[in-house]
């Protein structure tokens, strides 16, 4: 067993918000965004599923057309190839885990 901590992780490059990878394996991948307020992650979509857990804060989850306010200790699932966006609409960070499952 191993303790990583997040601080020590670097930031994914290419990104303009703070993303970090804490864990990458065939089926499964964890990032931790951590959004500024005023910070947005623009509508797109990706070819795997997506569950999204709000750790910290609160925010905005874009599904195509409809904007769904979430708070910490939610959970959301998005379909693969179905657009979506994390928005902070707040005053403070708001920390989102992203859960990647591949098939």
């Not at 394996?25 to 795997?48: A, D, M, R, T, W």
């Not at 910290?56 to 910490?72: F, P, Q």
């Amino acid at each position: 067993m191993e303790i990583i901590r997040y601080d020590s992780l670097e930031k994914i490059p290419g990104i303009n918000f703070d993303g970090r990878k804490l864990y990458t394996s065939k089926k499964v991948e964890l990032v931790l965004i951590s959004l500024e307020s005023g910070e947005k992650i623009n509508k797109h979509s990706v070819p795997f599923d997506t569950i999204f857990f709000i750790s910290k804060g609160s925010g905005v989850i874009e599904l195509e057309n409809e904007n769904i306010l979430v708070k910490e200790n939610d959970m959301m699932y998005c379909d693969k190839n179905r657009p979506h966006g994390v928005i902070n609409n707040s005053n403070e960070k708001f920390n989102v885990l992203v859960i990647k499952i591949f098939d």
